[in-house]
């Protein structure tokens, strides 16, 4: 069993939600930074929403290119698995 995550400070409206698109992006709504490791923030201008890669196969990564639809990356478990 795994444990819980300590819920973050502030008030939910505050918070962004990150949804798992089916085989596809990471969507991210609300307020929200992006950050490499080497610290470079990207610029979001005025966007509410972000869809970051999980794929692996995007040439703009953090974010999503639409290279999930050419590679046919699958989230959802085939029956049968
Ligand atoms: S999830 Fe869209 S390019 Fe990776």
């Known amino acids: 069993m795994s444990t819980p ?5 502030g008030d ?8 798992p698109l089916d ?29 970051l890669c999980r794929c692996g196969a995007s040439a703009r990564k953090p974010f999503c290119d639409g290279s999930h639809l050419r590679v046919g990356f699958r989230t959802a478990a085939e029956p049968g698995q």
């Open 12 to 19: 939910a409206a505050d918070l962004a939600t990150v949804t």
């Open 23 to 51: 085989d596809g992006p990471l969507q991210v709504e609300g307020a929200f930074r992006v950050v490499d490791p080497d610290g470079t923030t990207h610029d979001l201008g005025d966007r509410p929403s972000a869809y």
């Open 5 to 9: 995550l300590p819920r973050p400070a």
